[in-house]
């Protein structure tokens, strides 16, 4: 409600005396002698930088260096944790108090009026605002009146009442823009008129008006969608999902969880490791100083400078001696650091912290593709993110357990929560049929999550056809590439392009059912689709050249390398050792394309909630839009005389001759089966494949022969359904235990 006033009394104020005048107090700080405005201001700024300061070391847990090391110690000590919280929030109110010269006593009485605003309706709040914009008017006529009396009118002044004229004042219904006028004001303003209405001997009538009800909004209607016209880059008929005029709005940056700020690595544990360090290397001769320690989330490097004469490839032969002095688990020795002239030392941290993706995420860099995926955090503990664009292609490898599974979900969730379906098209390939799934339902999918090795070899075989047909288009075009193709393309007012990201969660099983077709369409994909737009992500569990081949990581330079067993695993991967002393738990060695430096760095760690949270943000804006025909088989990709039989894995005519053969000979190799059954070596090998899944033999040790596993007894449980058929008589039949010797130069 709205309050009129209407004074019965002249409304002349009485001229102040110039003693009260000048006697009045002025609002704000009372300065001391010599200490002016400009001190003051700088000491607030002063606070309040050591206060964001002191926020940013002990609420959100960043690193400050010694100086914050020491003072979140010392408040710690002095106040514990809730006190030295309650310290930095009453610096940072100094600060800004100091800052706005606004005393103690103004700050709480304003916040007092403020909560009596709020709490005690709106009617109480009209009324402060009407009688304080009434206040203000006697104010400023006042004014007026002692400056006609002193100087005389003005043209200044003109419309103001001379000192003899009667001059009634009266407010006019309080509107909406008087209620924004006090609102404005009403922390300040109420209290001069609260405090000036006490001296006044004027008696003042209220006059109550009702308030007249706003007239509610009329709701507009919400817009229909309508299906758009047009095609989708594969040429069918354009859903609504992925219409022109649809805006795609991407996941909130809330659907990411941050970490919760842990602690790093105490700085007195570093010195002591330090002097261990440089004391065992003494002792085996090696002398050495410490010239820098860089902590990361979960190792540390220690940076040694080497004295004139001491080879590198000393330090390299003490690992082990170091790792058993100072108690750890795996040392890995840089000899030396890439660009400088250190050897380093990296050693596992006693307490180590977990990277969030949330805590790395940042958007999409400037000049870079809707590709972008953030891996985690380096040693220096600055994020790391890659542009698959640029990549163009990834191999992930590592154990069961290393972080492999993590990694992917990690690219896929970073590039979900920047690119549109308009931008980024996405393959998956999930053989385990568990670690993809939650992906299913988004928007972005060209088809749906591939879980048959088959369709799988179908779906490899058919981008090809899609990267054939694009580069088609860009020769009409006249362009090198997707981005030119796609800028001229929106100029002449056509639908963009978008980028296709295949992802393989298990390349080992596709190598298994048909290596031959998915070798060649990997290699295919990987020389010439990078200027088409489409991309690979191949992650596997099984780091051997059988799965990982030589043409494969010539045609793919980026490499992501979890935990190993062995050396050997870590040159099929990264084509050198290092992997084999990573710690786990997403701890991986990432070589960019086009360079040879490793770099090391913390996996980045999402859950399935974050997962869910960012999938149904995409769900709920529309349904994937699938492309039934990458699916199936290519025109003229069965060879004659070859059966889809082939891309079953346990499924072959002369498997369960193969069981007896090698039972009765109790050996196994590709070139016995070749020539006893007289197949091909590729057949052959699908065959021994066959009977290590099976159990019959062993797997692949180097040099050494396979060992038969099982004896003729246990031939009824293992051969097939309808089996039992004696060996052709085409097929030799040596003694048990007799050998053929051409397979000892089998491998």
Same mark, same amino acid.
């Given at each position: 409600?709205?309050?009129?006033?209407?004074?019965?009394?002249?409304?002349?104020?009485?001229?102040?005396?110039?003693?009260?005048?000048?006697?009045?107090?002025?609002?704000?700080?009372?300065?001391?002698?010599?200490?002016?405005?400009?001190?003051?201001?700088?000491?607030?700024?002063?606070?309040?930088?050591?206060?964001?300061?002191?926020?940013?070391?002990?609420?959100?847990?960043?690193?400050?260096?010694?100086?914050?090391?020491?003072?979140?110690?010392?408040?710690?000590?002095?106040?514990?944790?809730?006190?030295?919280?309650?310290?930095?929030?009453?610096?940072?109110?100094?600060?800004?108090?100091?800052?706005?010269?606004?005393?103690?006593?103004?700050?709480?009485?304003?916040?007092?009026?403020?909560?009596?605003?709020?709490?005690?309706?709106?009617?109480? /709040?009209?009324?402060?605002? &009407?009688?304080?914009? @009434?206040?203000?008017?006697? +104010? *400023?006529? %006042?004014? !007026?009146? =002692?400056?006609?009396?002193?100087?005389?009118?003005?043209?200044?002044?003109?419309?103001?009442?001379?000192?003899?004229?009667?001059?009634?004042?009266?407010?006019?219904? /309080?509107?909406?823009?008087? &209620?924004?006028?006090? @609102?404005?004001?009403?922390? +300040? *303003?109420? %209290?001069? !008129?609260? =405090?000036?209405?006490?001296?006044?001997?004027?008696?003042?009538?209220?006059?109550?008006?009702?308030?007249?009800?706003?007239?509610?909004?009329?709701?507009?209607?919400?817009?229909?969608?309508?299906? &758009?016209?047009?095609?989708?880059?594969?040429?069918?008929? *354009?859903?609504?999902?992925?219409?022109?005029?649809?805006?795609?709005?991407?996941?909130?940056?809330?659907?990411?969880?941050?970490?919760?700020?842990?602690?790093?690595?105490?700085?007195?544990?570093?010195?002591?490791?330090?002097?261990?360090?440089?004391?065992?290397?003494?002792?085996?001769?090696?002398?050495?100083?410490?010239?820098?320690?860089?902590?990361?989330?979960?190792?540390?490097?220690?940076?040694?400078?080497?004295?004139?004469?001491?080879?590198?490839?000393?330090?390299?032969?003490?690992?082990?001696?170091?790792?058993?002095?100072?108690?750890?688990?795996?040392?890995?020795?840089?000899?030396?650091?890439?660009?400088?002239?250190?050897?380093?030392?990296?050693?596992?941290?006693?307490?180590?912290?977990?990277?969030?993706?949330?805590?790395?995420?940042?958007?999409?860099?400037?000049?870079?593709?809707?590709?972008?995926?953030?891996?985690?955090?380096?040693?220096?503990?600055?994020?790391?993110?890659?542009?698959?664009?640029?990549?163009?292609?990834?191999?992930?490898?590592?154990?069961?357990?290393?972080?492999?599974?993590?990694?992917?979900?990690?690219?896929?969730?970073?590039?979900?929560?920047?690119?549109?379906?308009?931008?980024?098209?996405?393959?998956?390939?999930?053989?385990?049929?568990?670690?993809?799934?939650?992906?299913?339902?988004?928007?972005?999918?060209?088809?749906?999550?591939?879980?048959?090795?088959?369709?799988?070899?179908?779906?490899?075989?058919?981008?090809?056809?899609?990267?054939?047909?694009?580069?088609?288009?860009?020769?009409?075009?006249?362009?090198?590439?997707?981005?030119?193709?796609?800028?001229?393309?929106?100029?002449?007012?056509?639908?963009?392009?978008?980028?296709?990201?295949?992802?393989?969660?298990?390349?080992?099983?596709?190598?298994?059912?048909?290596?031959?077709?998915?070798?060649?369409?990997?290699?295919?994909?990987?020389?010439?689709?990078?200027?088409?737009?489409?991309?690979?992500?191949?992650?596997?569990?099984?780091?051997?050249?059988?799965?990982?081949?030589?043409?494969?990581?010539?045609?793919?330079?980026?490499?992501?390398?979890?935990?190993?067993?062995?050396?050997?695993?870590?040159?099929?991967?990264?084509?050198?050792?290092?992997?084999?002393?990573?710690?786990?738990?997403?701890?991986?060695?990432?070589?960019?394309?086009?360079?040879?430096?490793?770099?090391?760095?913390?996996?980045?760690?999402?859950?399935?909630?974050?997962?869910?949270?960012?999938?149904?943000?995409?769900?709920?804006?529309?349904?994937?839009?699938?492309?039934?025909?990458?699916?199936?088989?290519?025109?003229?990709?069965?060879?004659?005389?070859?059966?889809?039989?082939?891309?079953?894995?346990?499924?072959?005519?002369?498997?369960?001759?193969?069981?007896?053969?090698?039972?009765?000979?109790?050996?196994?190799?590709?070139?016995?089966?070749?020539?006893?059954?007289?197949?091909?070596?590729?057949?052959?090998?699908?065959?021994?494949?066959?009977?290590?899944?099976?159990?019959?033999?062993?797997?692949?040790?180097?040099?050494?022969?396979?060992?038969?596993?099982?004896?003729?007894?246990?031939?009824?449980?293992?051969?097939?359904?309808?089996?039992?058929?004696?060996?052709?008589?085409?097929?030799?039949?040596?003694?048990?235990?007799?050998?053929?010797?051409?397979?000892?130069?089998?491998?």
């Amino acid at each position: 409600m709205f309050v009129r006033q209407k004074r019965s009394a002249p409304a002349r104020r009485k001229k102040p005396a110039k003693g009260k005048k000048a006697a009045k107090p002025r609002r704000g700080l009372h300065l001391p002698d010599g200490i002016e405005q400009r001190h003051l201001d700088l000491l607030g700024l002063f606070l309040l930088a050591a206060s964001i300061y002191l926020i940013f070391v002990l609420f959100a847990g960043w690193e400050g260096g010694k100086v914050g090391y020491g003072l979140e110690t010392a408040l710690l000590y002095l106040f514990g944790s809730v006190g030295a919280r309650i310290f930095v929030l009453l610096l940072l109110a100094s600060g800004l108090m100091l800052l706005t010269g606004t005393s103690v006593s103004t700050l709480a009485r304003g916040i007092g009026r403020g909560l009596h605003a709020i709490f005690m309706g709106g009617g109480d /709040a009209a009324r402060t605002a &009407a009688r304080t914009h @009434a206040d203000w008017r006697e +104010d *400023r006529r %006042a004014r !007026a009146e =002692e400056a006609e009396t002193s100087a005389g009118p003005t043209d200044v002044m003109k419309g103001y009442p001379e000192d003899d004229e009667d001059f009634e004042p009266t407010v006019a219904l /309080a509107d909406d823009d008087t &209620a924004d006028f006090a @609102a404005a004001g009403i922390f +300040d *303003r109420a %209290a001069e !008129a609260a =405090e000036e209405a006490e001296g006044e001997d004027e008696e003042a009538e209220t006059e109550i008006v009702a308030e007249e009800p706003e007239p509610e909004p009329e709701r507009l209607p919400e817009p229909a969608l309508t299906e &758009a016209p047009g095609k989708t880059p594969m040429g069918n008929t *354009r859903g609504v999902t992925v219409a022109d005029d649809l805006d795609y709005n991407p996941p909130p940056m809330k659907a990411l969880e941050r970490g919760k700020g842990d602690k790093g690595p105490d700085p007195r544990d570093q010195e002591a490791i330090g002097r261990k360090l440089i004391e065992t290397l003494g002792h085996f001769g090696v002398e050495a100083k410490i010239i820098g320690v860089v902590s990361g989330p979960h190792v540390s490097l220690y940076e040694l400078r080497l004295a004139p004469g001491i080879k590198v490839k000393k330090v390299t032969e003490l690992a082990n001696d170091l790792a058993y002095a100072l108690a750890s688990t795996d040392i890995r020795i840089l000899a030396p650091i890439p660009g400088k002239q250190a050897v380093g030392v990296e050693v596992p941290n006693t307490r180590r912290r977990m990277v969030r993706l949330g805590d790395i995420y940042a958007g999409r860099p400037e000049k870079t593709s809707p590709l972008v995926a953030w891996l985690g955090k380096g040693i220096d503990g600055n994020a790391v993110w890659t542009d698959l664009a640029k990549m163009p292609h990834v191999l992930v490898a590592g154990t069961t357990g290393s972080g492999k599974s993590g990694c992917i979900n990690a690219i896929l969730s970073s590039i979900l929560m920047q690119a549109t379906p308009n931008d980024v098209r996405l393959v998956l390939v999930d053989p385990k049929q568990v670690e993809l799934n939650h992906y299913e339902n988004v928007p972005h999918l060209l088809t749906p999550v591939v879980t048959s090795p088959r369709l799988a070899a179908n779906v490899l075989s058919n981008l090809i056809g899609e990267m054939e047909s694009r580069y088609g288009i860009m020769s009409q075009a006249r362009c090198r590439n997707l981005a030119e193709l796609n800028t001229k393309r929106e100029r002449e007012g056509e639908l963009p392009l978008p980028h296709i990201l295949c992802v393989i969660d298990e390349l080992a099983d596709l190598m298994m059912v048909a290596p031959a077709e998915v070798e060649d369409s990997i290699i295919r994909l990987a020389q010439k689709s990078r200027a088409t737009g489409i991309h690979l992500v191949l992650a596997t569990q099984r780091p051997s050249t059988d799965i990982i081949t030589g043409t494969i990581k010539v045609n793919i330079p980026a490499r992501i390398a979890f935990a190993v067993s062995s050396q050997t695993d870590s040159r099929v991967i990264l084509d050198q050792g290092g992997a084999e002393a990573l710690l786990g738990q997403g701890d991986m060695l990432f070589r960019g394309a086009g360079t040879s430096k490793m770099q090391r760095v913390q996996g980045a760690f999402i859950t399935e909630d974050e997962i869910a949270r960012i999938t149904n943000h995409w769900a709920r804006q529309g349904e994937p839009e699938f492309e039934e025909e990458l699916l199936e088989t290519p025109e003229g990709a069965v060879e004659e005389g070859r059966g889809e039989d082939d891309f079953d894995p346990d499924s072959d005519d002369l498997l369960d001759e193969a069981i007896r053969l090698v039972v009765q000979t109790e050996t196994a190799s590709v070139s016995m089966i070749q020539r006893r059954l007289r197949v091909g070596y590729t057949r052959a090998g699908r065959l021994i494949d066959m009977l290590e899944r099976r159990g019959v033999i062993s797997g692949y040790e180097g040099s050494k022969p396979r060992q038969v596993l099982i004896t003729q007894a246990d031939l009824a449980r293992v051969l097939q359904p309808g089996g039992g058929d004696p060996i052709p008589a085409h097929v030799s039949q040596p003694g048990p235990g007799a050998g053929d010797p051409a397979d000892d130069f089998d491998s």
